[in-house]
């Protein structure tokens, strides 16, 4: 590569849910930008993550886990998003999980083998591995599933290869002028990105209680001198959820206040004033009207 060419491509990241495609973005781009919890489905949303190194910009995509279960509007939405990114990019990272292959697993390998866009497997949480000779026999198990330019053994947390990883990614990016300025991170906005942190502290918080039927809404997002002023309302589909997300005596919310209010100030350098409330509205994640207009439908 030449000083004076430059190199621009896409890059998605895709696999099924919880395998740890955003904790692997936020590593690659050195920076929080997706949302991660232990709970599947965290990642709703396409989310575009962008690192510039001199003359090669990588965008990534980030999308949400690619589902078998497809009962819910929400569900729908979500894989059509995944499949709607595969077939536009240049290169696809498949993220597995050590030696786990489950259904959902073979449900997106049969998904990326009609696809004719390069793929890398990334073998992800290799740190917990104890019996290291035991991967190579599951890294020619991977090597029949899916036609694979490269399979990376790799701890997204630990940073563990990555550099390898993110090296092997340029060699597929084409020559090509930069689509975004190079101190820009993401496509999405400040109110999106809000929104997403408040609904991550939520689905931390929570653990398996209501995490599926809440969404975040951003009404208001106002900059006035040195100060953010965000009114966030959080939507359930019932009650018995808005008494849980409240908790006793409003601790629950008043938590979750805090340290979506810490994040934000750290993403956005600024002081926030973040004030949130819960609505039922529901059968919204089953609606595709209601998703739209939460922004679920835009990509």
């Given at each position: 590569?030449?000083?004076?060419?430059?190199?621009?491509?896409?890059?998605?990241?895709?696999?099924?849910?919880?395998?740890?495609?955003?904790?692997?973005?936020?590593?690659?781009?050195?920076?929080?930008?997706?949302?991660?919890?232990?709970?599947?489905?965290?990642?709703?949303?396409?989310?575009?993550?962008?690192?510039?190194?001199?003359?090669?910009?990588?965008?990534?995509?980030?999308?949400?886990?690619?589902?078998?279960?497809?009962?819910?509007?929400?569900?729908?939405?979500?894989?059509?998003?995944?499949?709607?990114?595969?077939?536009?990019?240049?290169?696809?990272?498949?993220?597995?999980d050590r030696f786990?292959?489950?259904?959902?697993?073979?449900?997106?390998?049969?998904?990326?083998?009609?696809?004719?866009?390069?793929?890398?497997?990334?073998?992800?949480?290799?740190?917990?591995?104890?019996?290291?000779?035991?991967?190579?026999?599951?890294?020619?198990?991977?090597?029949?599933?899916?036609?694979?330019?490269?399979?990376?053994?790799?701890?997204?947390?630990?940073?563990?290869?990555?550099?390898?990883?993110?090296?092997?990614?340029?060699?597929?990016?084409?020559?090509?002028?930069?689509?975004?300025?190079?101190?820009?991170?993401?496509?999405?906005?400040?109110?999106?990105?809000?929104?997403e942190i408040v609904?991550?502290?939520?689905?931390?918080?929570?653990?398996?209680?209501?995490?599926?039927?809440?969404?975040?809404?951003?009404?208001?997002?106002?900059?006035?001198?040195?100060?953010?002023?965000?009114?966030?309302?959080?939507?359930v589909e019932r009650?018995?959820?808005?008494?849980?997300?409240?908790?006793?005596?409003?601790?629950?919310?008043?938590?979750?206040?805090?340290?979506?209010?810490?994040?934000?100030?750290?993403?956005?350098?600024?002081?926030?004033?973040?004030?949130?409330?819960?609505?039922?509205?529901?059968?919204?994640?089953?609606?595709?009207?209601?998703?739209?207009?939460?922004?679920?439908?835009?990509?």
């Amino acid at each position: 590569m030449t000083a004076e060419n430059t190199y621009c491509g896409y890059v998605a990241i895709v696999g099924r849910p919880n395998v740890g495609k955003s904790t692997l973005l936020n590593h690659i781009l050195g920076q929080k930008l997706c949302i991660t919890s232990r709970k599947p489905q965290t990642t709703r949303h396409t989310l575009l993550g962008i690192k510039t190194n001199d003359n090669i910009q990588m965008i990534f995509v980030d999308t949400p886990g690619i589902h078998t279960n497809q009962e819910r509007a929400i569900n729908r939405v979500m894989n059509r998003s995944a499949a709607s990114v595969i077939s536009d990019v240049d290169l696809v990272v498949f993220v597995v999980d050590r030696f786990e292959w489950s259904e959902a697993d073979e449900y997106v390998a049969k998904y990326l083998s009609n696809n004719k866009v390069p793929l890398i497997v990334a073998l992800n949480k290799v740190d917990m591995i104890e019996d290291k000779k035991a991967l190579l026999p599951h890294l020619e198990f991977l090597s029949s599933k899916v036609n694979a330019v490269e399979l990376i053994p790799l701890s997204a947390l630990r940073k563990t290869n990555l550099a390898e990883l993110e090296e092997k990614i340029k060699s597929y990016i084409p020559q090509k002028d930069h689509l975004f300025p190079e101190d820009q991170i993401t496509d999405r906005s400040e109110r999106f990105l809000a929104a997403e942190i408040v609904r991550e502290k939520i689905t931390r918080q929570l653990g398996a209680e209501v995490p599926y039927q809440v969404t975040v809404e951003i009404e208001e997002f106002r900059v006035e001198g040195k100060i953010t002023y965000i009114d966030a309302l959080i939507l359930v589909e019932r009650d018995g959820q808005k008494k849980i997300i409240i908790g006793t005596k409003g601790e629950r919310i008043k938590k979750i206040g805090e340290q979506s209010r810490a994040d934000i100030e750290n993403l956005l350098d600024s002081k926030v004033m973040l004030r949130t409330w819960v609505k039922v509205r529901s059968g919204w994640s089953d609606d595709e009207r209601a998703l739209r207009s939460l922004g679920y439908m835009d990509e």
